[in-house]
């Protein structure tokens, strides 16, 4: 967020460098079941972020001192690949990584109906294999994808898409420049069925109308994207599902 | 749960291999079907996704201009790292290479290094200031078996088709990175008085002795590692150079 | 368990989606959310009396009461062993809910860690605390034969319609095949029918949305071992 540049984002027609408009999101792609021995996985593209999530559970709590006795906890790795930057990230989790998958994990909480799992673990894996602004939103797109596919239960299939703002237009989807040079980002998460917001970030400068209008394009972004989850699944499994019995 | 071979399992594999047959039908020396994708990471330098049957790894190379050794001022730096990530098997763990994924990136790095794949000299930029350094780092992302081979062959594919970014730092056009030789690694492992060849994870579950040879274009050896706690023989070592050879010609070819 | 509404055209349902917004009540793996009745999880719509929820298409294995299951021993203490019946949850054999009378500390004695069970889920309380037993009559140790592990979402096409499928399997390879509710399923026979039937219970995995698939099946078998008898289509499950 605090790059500079001579750059032009936005330009005089409102067109951005990667050609899309403020409200156009950057293309997506999601496919559900795409690994062997997780419990279920989902690889998902938004723009160049290419994100591959796994999940394993629900299964017995490790470390077990972590627990819970009344409910399933849900353990969430975000990793980024050394390849997925332009600058090689050396290989382990750094802070940054701890933060996102702290606050991935507890969307996904919210989301997944822990209780019918007491004293279990849900682990979720995401690996970034190539980011491109947007890897958390990417991810958790793809851990939820992952849940479902693993046949987890819960209340619905969450997506996330970020806001922000770049040469003072408010845009849908930063990508890497927009997000270097730009003015502010907000990622966001939210229960389709009910519009709740499960993961929420900001970082930057914004009015207050600006926010609201950052959030507007997000929350509509997201539940394109969520019709794409949907979708993926049924891809993926609805010829296991048609009639058949005997 | 972790899945623990039952008595069941482990005695029908042993009994099937007694007979020279596989579970999976393959014979003692079938390598299961591979597939290679490169250039699947464009914020790389140059990568691949290779898998082996159901095992799947992923590799990707950076080259960036930095200091060379001291003892070599005007070569090339390589590097290769292994991860074992959690999500290619329930019984992988979160946290910093253990001993398994440092020793298949080292196994790795030698079938490299010591075949001279990679031309090192050829990677100057100023003498005795300046060299590229090449860093390969690999993740499991399916574990089936045999990490060795997969791991080898997309280290192999993901350098030949790497390029050298001289444009991003100033330093020249860009250009492939220039590659000499395939080395290719044959991994079989012994179950009872039986090798077999590229073996899956249940295999490498009732295994005792691990054998892991890599050969260059011609035939000759640049790497071996014995892995597991069991033994072998000569001439057991002797089929196993022998396959090693044979093998790694027709993985070769496959990969063109 | 025959809480399946067969043929229907079923349509997959994801988590979130609605299964009914008229007033009925929320089945497995289904909620109410402003009235509606929403799915929890993957799989296909159910109506059951004035329910409607999801039969699941993935998942692992939760054990219900009265299941009789498959499951490996992977730890032992001084008065218990520890089961896998591929479950989130190991499931504790304590030793007074085995046949023989066994001393503290001798458990290995009678059952090691690798060795397969035949076992009988008792109870499984709120904190999901699974307790098995192995004292029923047909439970005990398994040795020999093949375990071939399915998902347990397949088990009713295994067994089909009144067991004919199941029955079918059995004499056409001459095997027994026993089913446990988790979807381990063990088979014993002559090597090559063994290889046969296990391939056939792999088979109807695989293609359970096969419209024909007990045909498909029998002609499998049918091609990898000469049937010189007719066999009794009506089953005897």
């Known amino acids: 967020m605090s790059g500079h540049t001579d750059m032009v984002l936005v330009d005089e027609n409102g067109l951005r460098i990667d050609g899309r408009t403020a409200e156009q999101h950057r293309p997506f792609k999601?496919?559900?079941?795409?690994?062997?021995?997780?419990?279920?996985?989902?690889?998902?593209?938004?723009?160049?972020?290419?994100?591959?999530?796994?999940?394993?559970?629900?299964?017995?709590?490790?470390?077990?001192?972590?627990?819970?006795?009344?409910?399933?906890?849900?353990?969430?790795?975000?990793?980024?690949?050394?390849f997925s930057v332009s600058d090689r990230k050396r290989p382990g989790p750094d802070r940054r990584s701890i933060e996102i998958s702290k606050i991935i994990s507890e969307a996904l909480e919210k989301v997944v109906l822990t209780e019918l799992y007491p004293r279990a673990s849900i682990d979720v894996y995401i690996e970034i294999l190539q980011a491109n602004a947007g890897t958390r939103c990417a991810g958790l797109t793809a851990a939820s994808v992952a849940l479902a596919d693993a046949g987890i239960p819960m209340r619905d299939?969450?997506?996330?898409?970020?806001?922000?703002?770049?040469?003072?237009?408010?845009?849908?989807?930063?990508?890497?420049?927009?997000?270097?040079?730009?003015?502010?980002?907000v990622p966001i998460a939210i229960i389709p069925s009910t519009d709740e917001i499960v993961l929420l970030q900001m970082d930057g400068n914004m009015t207050r109308e600006e926010f609201d209008h950052g959030i507007e394009m997000a929350v509509a972004g997201c539940h394109e994207l969520h019709e794409l989850q949907k979708d993926a699944l049924k891809r993926r499994y609805s010829k296991k599902a048609e009639e058949g019995s005997e | 749960m972790t899945e623990m071979m039952s008595e069941i399992k482990r005695d029908h594999m042993m009994k099937m291999l007694e007979d020279g047959k596989r579970l999976d039908g393959r014979g003692v020396t079938d390598v299961r079907e591979i597939k290679v994708i490169t250039d699947v990471i464009e914020s790389a330098d140059g990568s691949a996704r290779v898998k082996m049957g159901k095992t799947e790894v992923i590799a990707g190379v950076k080259i960036i201009p930095g200091t060379p050794f001291p003892d070599t001022p005007n070569i090339g730096v390589l590097t290769t790292g292994a991860e074992l990530i959690p999500m290619a098997h329930p019984t992988f763990e979160s946290g910093p290479p253990g001993e398994d994924a440092i020793e298949l990136a080292r196994v790795v790095d030698r079938g490299i290094r010591e075949s001279g794949m990679v031309d090192v000299e050829a990677l100057c930029i100023v003498p005795g200031e300046e060299v590229w350094m090449c860093f390969v780092d690999i993740y499991a992302l399916d574990y089936d078996g045999n990490l060795f081979d997969a791991a080898n062959l997309a280290a192999v594919c993901a350098l030949k088709s790497a390029t050298i970014p001289g444009e991003q730092y100033g330093k020249g056009e860009n250009k492939p990175l220039p590659i000499t030789c395939t080395p290719i690694s044959i991994t079989e492992v012994k179950i009872g008085n039986t090798l077999i060849v590229d073996p899956n994870f249940d295999e490498e579950q009732i295994s005792t002795a691990r054998l892991t040879v890599t050969t260059d274009d011609v035939g000759n050896f640049r790497a071996m590692q014995k892995g597991g706690c069991g033994s072998i023989t000569l001439d057991e070592l002797s089929l196993c150079l022998d396959r090693a050879v044979e093998k790694g010609a027709e993985i070769r070819k496959i990969i063109g | 368990m025959e809480k399946r509404n067969a043929r229907q055209t079923r349509e997959l349902v994801v988590p979130g989606d609605i299964l009914d917004g008229t007033g009925m009540r929320p089945g497995e793996n289904a909620y109410v959310l402003d009235g509606k009745v929403r799915a929890s999880v993957m799989g296909v719509r159910n109506v059951f009396q004035n329910t409607v929820g999801v039969i699941p298409l993935r998942g692992g294995y939760m054990p219900t009461s009265g299941d009789t299951v498959f499951g490996v021993i992977v730890d032992i203490g001084p008065s218990n062993w520890l089961i896998d019946i591929g479950a989130p949850y190991p499931a504790p054999l304590h030793v007074s809910e085995v046949p023989w009378k066994v001393e503290f500390g001798d458990t290995s004695k009678y059952l090691t860690?690798?060795?397969?069970?035949?076992?009988?889920?008792?109870?499984?309380?709120?904190?999901?605390?699974?307790?098995?037993?192995?004292?029923?009559?047909?439970?005990?140790?398994?040795?020999?034969?093949?375990?071939?592990?399915?998902?347990?979402?397949k088990v009713s096409r295994v067994i089909g319609k009144s067991g004919s499928m199941i029955s079918m399997l059995k004499n056409m390879t001459d095997c027994r095949i026993t089913v446990g509710q988790n979807g381990w399923v063990w088979v014993d026979g002559e090597d090559e029918n063994a290889d046969v039937a296990v391939q056939a219970i792999e088979m109807i995995e695989e293609q359970a949305q096969h419209p024909n698939l007990t045909d498909k099946v029998k002609e499998f078998i049918e091609s990898k071992i000469p049937q010189d008898e007719e066999y009794d289509d009506e089953g005897d499950e």
């Open chain 3, 113 to 153: 860690i690798g060795n397969v069970v035949l076992i009988k889920v008792l109870a499984v309380d709120e904190s999901k605390k699974i307790s098995v037993t192995m004292k029923d009559s047909g439970l005990r140790r398994i040795e020999g034969g093949r375990l071939v592990k399915i998902s347990h979402t």
């Open chain 1, 30 to 82: 999601v496919e559900a079941g795409v690994l062997n021995n997780a419990d279920g996985s989902a690889y998902v593209e938004i723009g160049k972020n290419k994100v591959l999530a796994a999940v394993y559970g629900p299964r017995e709590c490790h470390p077990r001192h972590l627990q819970n006795p009344t409910k399933a906890i849900v353990q969430c790795k975000y990793n980024m690949q050394s």
């Open chain 1, 157 to 185: 299939i969450v997506p996330a898409l970020a806001a922000g703002k770049a040469d003072g237009h408010v845009l849908l989807d930063l990508n890497k420049e927009e997000d270097n040079y730009g003015q502010a980002d």
